[in-house]
């Protein structure tokens, strides 16, 4: 600056202090070191409280507020010790804050059963904190502890709807502030689940009395309802076939990985004629074109010659019934209907 700006500078703050004698430039001068003790405050106590406390609680709160929707699930190369998962999900927050959220390891747990035991661990990715966005995981999922995983499976193949908790400890990073903050990451979805497999109908496409080279008697396709979005490669499984409260054969699916939707997959059966051919001489059935409620329940799923019980123990806890029209594939089969009473006449009980 020229000597001539400074007189400027100079002559105007005169100018200016003038009409107000006890105004700011006056009282900033001579208080100004209380400005600077305030300002120190300022710089000591308040920037550290925003730092350390404000900041972190807002990021919490904001990943709190965040939701996440799990898309798809598939469960592949199952074996008993280990499986390929694949999870497709969508994270929504609104937006407010750019932050990036580190990878980290979360737990999953069925909300709803004390205590919380963790039945699988997920590796996500680094996130950010955009409006919406997508987290696509593929991983291998060690089984490290087979309760966990049997009982999360069976709350998922017997209930309409599980409650599921995933849960891990991660930082976040705000955007300009070069500092990672402790965040932990905790949210419940609501799962769909397999609801029993009901809904379950089996269309019969042969039936003998005498048992092809496999030993079965029975084929059909059978169109069993997946209304959550869990695919499982289950591998060769088979049911226990009761009729009228007894056992009365095994149904066997080949092959079947259980995805969304309606899954058509081919049926063969072994099923004691005896009882069958009584069931449907016997009322109501004869008058009802001998459409017999079977029920069936799970007994093996082995994959690749490896059985699974974490899904065999899951299928086996409940008892579900479909009705088979037998009468009619009888009669296109074997051309015979059995008429009440039995095909003896007085077969009636
Ligand atoms: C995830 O999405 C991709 C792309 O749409 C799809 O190919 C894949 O099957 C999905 N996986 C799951 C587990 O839903
Ligand atoms: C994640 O999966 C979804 C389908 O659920 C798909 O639309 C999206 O493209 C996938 N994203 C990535 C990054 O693979
Ligand atoms: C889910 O199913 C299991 C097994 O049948 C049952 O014990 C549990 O109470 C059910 N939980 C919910 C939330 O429906
Ligand atoms: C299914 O029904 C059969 C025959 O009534 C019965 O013996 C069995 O215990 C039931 N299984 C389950 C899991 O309820
Ligand atoms: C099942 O898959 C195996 C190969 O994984 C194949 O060799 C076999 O023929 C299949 N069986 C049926 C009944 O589809
Ligand atoms: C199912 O069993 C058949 C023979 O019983 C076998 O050839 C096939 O590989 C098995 N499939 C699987 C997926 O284990
Ligand atoms: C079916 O059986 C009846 C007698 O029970 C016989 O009259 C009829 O010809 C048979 N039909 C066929 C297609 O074999």
């Not at 919406?132 to 499976?153: G, H, P, R, S, Y």
């Not at 109501?284 to 082995?302: A, D, M, N, R």
Request: charged share 20%; with cysteine; proline share 6%.
């Amino acid at each position: 600056m020229s000597d001539v700006d400074k007189g400027n500078v100079a002559q105007a703050e005169n100018a200016s202090t003038k009409p107000r004698r006890r105004g700011c430039l006056g009282h900033c001068a001579r208080f100004w070191w209380a400005y600077l003790i305030a300002l120190i405050v300022v710089i000591v106590v308040v920037v550290p409280v925003i730092l350390l406390v404000a900041v972190p609680k807002i990021a919490q709160q904001k990943l709190d507020e965040a939701e996440l929707f799990l898309d798809g699930l598939t469960v592949t190369e199952t074996t008993p010790t280990r499986m390929i998962m694949s999870i497709n999900s969508t994270i929504k927050t609104d937006g407010s804050v750019h932050a990036d959220i580190a990878a980290f390891e979360g737990i999953m747990y069925l909300e709803d059963l004390e205590p919380h035991t963790p039945f699988a661990k997920i590796q996500f990715p680094a996130t950010t904190s955009a409006a919406l966005q997508t987290v696509n995981v593929t991983q291998t999922l060690d089984i490290e502890d087979l309760a966990a995983l049997t009982t999360f499976n069976t709350w998922l193949a017997n209930n309409e709807s599980v409650r599921v908790t995933v849960q891990g400890d991660t930082t976040v990073r705000v955007k300009g502030i070069p500092r990672d903050y402790g965040v932990t990451f905790k949210k419940t979805l609501t799962m769909t689940g397999l609801n029993k497999l009901a809904g379950t109908r089996v269309e019969p496409t042969w039936i003998s009395l005498t048992p092809d080279e496999n030993g079965n008697n029975f084929r059909a396709n059978v169109f069993i309802p997946n209304p959550s979005v869990v695919s499982f490669e289950l591998g060769n499984i088979t049911f226990t076939n009761y009729l009228l409260g007894k056992e009365v054969g095994t149904i066997f699916l080949d092959n079947i990985t259980l995805r969304p939707g309606i899954n058509e997959h081919p049926m063969r059966a072994t099923i004691e004629n005896g009882p069958v051919i009584a069931a449907l001489g016997a009322k109501p059935y004869c008058e009802q074109e001998g459409v017999l409620p079977f029920v069936f329940s799970g007994k093996s799923v082995v994959n690749h010659g490896e059985p699974l019980p974490y899904f065999a123990d899951a299928l086996a806890t409940f008892n579900q019934t479909t009705e088979i029209p037998i009468g009619a594939q009888a009669k296109k089969d074997m051309n015979v209907t059995i008429p009440c009473g039995g095909l003896g006449g007085n077969n009636e009980h």
